[in-house]
């Protein structure tokens, strides 16, 4: 996915965001972190599983991790990340660089965790669609923008 896309889906929802780009790949959620100069909890990371009819992604805070029997509760099957062919056919990206704003593919269905909802009116910052960019928006309009379909509870070990 390229970051003009995303740009692109952002402008046409018109919601309050900036688009933060840098000279190096970030290679790892705390590296981002570091070089947004943001906390853990307010990454945004776009999760990827297989579902019956395609794909689910959640919006999680970078310090959360799925809980495999929340996930199975909510979605009546276990967690099954996508690999890397069916995450570029999905989402039109490789792993590290999913964004979840801009998503086109009719099978696939956004949801974002209440690790992330908790910050409605702050600054979170999800992946803008490549290896070096991040979007600084807050989790209200990450919502609207995402197109999500849904507030789900499907994480642990975050506060």
């Known amino acids: 996915m390229e970051t003009h896309s995303v740009e692109d889906t952002l402008r046409k929802k018109e919601v309050e965001y900036e688009i933060l780009e840098y000279d190096r790949p970030f290679e790892s959620t705390l590296d981002a972190m570091e070089m947004i100069g943001t906390t853990l909890e307010r990454m945004g990371k776009t999760l990827a599983f297989r579902s019956q009819f395609g794909a689910i992604v959640v919006i999680v805070s970078g310090e959360a991790k799925v809980d495999n029997l929340k996930y199975k509760k ?3 099957t276990r967690p099954l990340m996508l ?3 069916e995450l570029m056919e999905y989402t039109g990206s490789v792993p590290g660089s999913v964004s979840p704003v801009g998503l086109q593919h009719k099978k696939v269905k956004v949801y974002m965790d209440a690790s992330i909802k908790r910050f409605e009116e702050g600054m979170v910052y999800p992946s803008a669609g490549n290896d070096n960019s991040a979007i600084a928006i807050s989790a209200k309009d990450l919502y609207t ?3 999500c ?11």
């Open 74 to 76: 909510r979605f009546g």
């Open 83 to 85: 690999d890397a062919d």
């Open 145 to 147: 923008a995402s197109d």
């Open 149 to 159: 379909k849904g507030y789900v509870d499907v994480c642990k070990d975050w506060k």
